[in-house]
């Protein structure tokens, strides 16, 4: 049986014909929505959907909270020795066939090297839970492909739009990142602030997966985003 968030019930959810999500729910009052990133599960968010279930919020509809820059922005900044960070970002990119004939003929191996890679605290990924994300990633190579694909296609169509019509993110944001960003020589949060007037930018000093890595600094940007 795959690890599953203790106290929380699991439901199927309709999103379109013929696609299904699996949805982990628990406390109760408005929602917050938790959805997890490359290349995990929904397992990522163990340790703050617990802590935050037990709190029933209030609000969450203007939350945002990512490492990562805003697509149009990341393919800017990805130049010279710091694209070589980014390989599978050109790999995903390719059209339909060679990414996932690559990846797929050994997909552990491809999804392993960003779990390990990526960490700081190998400790956070247990090793029943980095099996469940191998797994899962192995079955939805080429989704996740697509996924990719996409942010150097209709994702950088968008947000090129967006920009040149002046939209922004209306709401309070809060963006927490590892400190990459200023080790690279570029201003992560005058990015994302283009996009984000109402920002507040925080780093945390853990690997990419921050949820599993430094869950309570996680849950205390959250609990001090829904305060806003």
């Not at 938790?34 to 209030?58: E, I, K, S, Y």
Request: aromatic share 8%; proline share 7%; glycine share 8%.
């Amino acid at each position: 049986m795959e690890p599953r968030i203790n106290g929380f019930d699991y439901q199927r959810v309709t999103v379109a014909d013929g696609v299904t999500l699996t949805a982990a729910v628990g406390g109760s009052g408005p929602p917050i929505v938790l959805l997890h990133g490359f290349p995990q599960t929904h397992l990522t968010w163990r340790h703050v959907a617990a802590d935050l279930a037990a709190d029933h919020p209030a609000a969450i509809s203007h939350l945002a909270l990512l490492d990562v820059l805003p697509t149009l922005d990341m393919w800017d900044v990805l130049h010279g020795l710091n694209a070589a960070v980014a390989f599978h970002l050109y790999l995903m990119a390719q059209p339909p066939g060679l990414p996932e004939e690559l990846i797929g003929g050994s997909p552990d191996a491809f999804f392993g090297h960003f779990l390990d890679v990526w960490t700081r605290d190998p400790g956070a990924l247990p090793a029943e839970v980095r099996a469940t994300y191998l797994r899962a990633s192995r079955d939805a190579v080429t989704s996740i492909v697509a996924d990719y694909r996409a942010s150097a296609g209709i994702d950088v169509t968008h947000d090129t739009a967006d920009r040149a019509a002046g939209n922004k993110l209306r709401m309070p944001v809060t963006v927490l990142q590892q400190d990459w960003g200023a080790a690279r020589g570029y201003d992560a949060a005058g990015v994302w602030r283009a996009w984000a007037p109402d920002l507040d930018h925080q780093t945390a000093t853990c690997g990419h997966f921050m949820a599993e890595e430094a869950p309570a600094t996680v849950v205390g940007a959250l609990r001090a985003l829904l305060q806003r």
